[in-house]
């Protein structure tokens, strides 16, 4: 079992830049793929980020390519999310995933562990 927890949301003005930082347990030897998603009130959750376990694949949702960049350090166990240029549309909880396999993937049946969430805030 993969445990995860996600840190750095909090408030920000629009144009600003956040790194969401998450820790999973036994990231190396799981040999899974990690994901950020994220949840706004009164939406569906909504798949933001992916990258594969090597690190060499990455994939981004429409919303957020160019502004977003994620990465991982399988040494430290950990896979950050870089925002910049934050946006209002961004405000949601964002929750860290650990995927069934190797490779990314945008849906969310393809995650088998998530994290508790962070909140980011984002103010025009």
């Known amino acids: 079992q993969v445990q995860m927890v996600e840190s750095g949301g909090g408030s920000v003005q629009a144009g600003a830049s956040l790194r969401l930082s998450c820790v999973a347990s036994?990231?190396?030897?799981?040999?899974?793929?990690m994901g950020w998603f994220r949840q706004a009130p009164g939406k569906s959750r909504e798949f933001i980020s992916g990258i594969s376990w090597s690190g060499a694949s990455t994939l981004y949702a429409d919303s957020v390519k160019g502004r977003f960049t994620i990465s991982r350090d399988n040494g430290k166990n950990m896979v950050y999310l870089q925002m910049n240029s934050l946006k209002p549309e961004d405000t949601a909880v964002y929750y860290c995933?650990?995927?069934?396999?190797?490779?990314?993937?945008?849906?969310?049946?393809?995650?088998?562990?998530w994290g508790q969430g962070t909140q980011v805030t984002v103010s025009s």
């Open positions: 036994e990231l190396t030897d799981s040999m899974r793929a």
């Open positions: 995933a650990a995927a069934r396999g190797a490779s990314p993937t945008s849906r969310d049946v393809g995650y088998d562990f």
